[in-house]
């Protein structure tokens, strides 16, 4: 089956714009995560919906940056004012159930380039 | 706070050769331990977790909760073993904690 799509692919930004990331999770999926990926690093936990409740933002580095799922299903991060240290791969990763038990499942995601 | 330590980021082996990725966790409780692997040009999946105790594409990890550590293993390695691994926690709630990741290179 299908599994969770995020687009665009990549992302360059002039320092100073916003820009937002679509991430679709698997279809019926109740939990959406968001991390970020630096250059040479792992990835890092940003955020957490439980169907469209953000249940967690505690990895948000900063107010610039935003998420959203208010359908429960597509979720959407933007990011305002664009910095070059945003520069990095933001995963999407869903899961099926409670996020305490289930695998999750990672899109491909969408590399920034902020210049 | 939890942590994972994955002390090499470059591993080079041969061809049938065994393979050890080390990792080391710090955290207070009782954690679930991943491998996630990412081959070229792929998305990050799942290898294994500790509480399946299961062998994936020849691979196996043990949880020593006294080391602290989830080494991954696998006897003999294989050329499509070349990937990205991560090694990752969770702790009490939902969130995974990565470590830096170790590049296998499995050379012919």
């Known amino acids: 089956g299908a599994g969770v799509s995020q687009s665009p692919r990549y992302k360059v930004a002039k320092r100073g714009q916003d820009v937002a990331l679509r991430c679709d999770p698997i279809s019926g999926h109740v939990s959406l995560f968001w991390y970020q990926q630096a250059l040479g690093q792992g990835p890092e936990f940003l955020t957490y919906f439980q169907n469209e409740a953000q249940l967690d933002k505690s990895g948000l580095p900063s107010d610039r940056f935003f998420a959203e799922r208010p359908e429960g299903s597509v979720s959407t991060l933007k990011i305002q004012r664009t910095q070059q240290e945003d520069s990095a791969v933001y995963l999407c990763a869903s899961s099926s159930e409670r996020a305490s038990t289930d695998t999750q499942y990672f899109g491909p995601g969408t590399r920034l380039t902020v210049l | 706070a939890q942590r994972v330590t994955q002390p090499e980021k470059l591993l080079s082996v041969f061809k049938g050769a065994p393979v050890e990725l080390k990792c080391n966790y710090s955290?207070?409780?009782?954690?679930?331990l991943f491998w996630y692997v990412q081959y070229s040009r792929q998305r990050l999946q799942l290898l294994l977790r500790h509480i399946s105790r299961e062998s994936i594409k020849g691979f196996t990890a043990d949880l020593n909760k006294g080391e602290t550590s989830f080494h991954l293993k696998k006897p003999f390695a294989q050329e499509e073993d070349s990937a990205m691994y991560y090694c990752?926690?969770?702790?009490?709630?939902?969130?995974?904690?990565f470590g830096k990741g170790t590049l296998l290179t499995v050379n012919p």
């Open positions: 990752a926690l969770k702790g009490s709630n939902y969130k995974l904690t």
């Open positions: 955290y207070s409780g009782s954690p679930e």
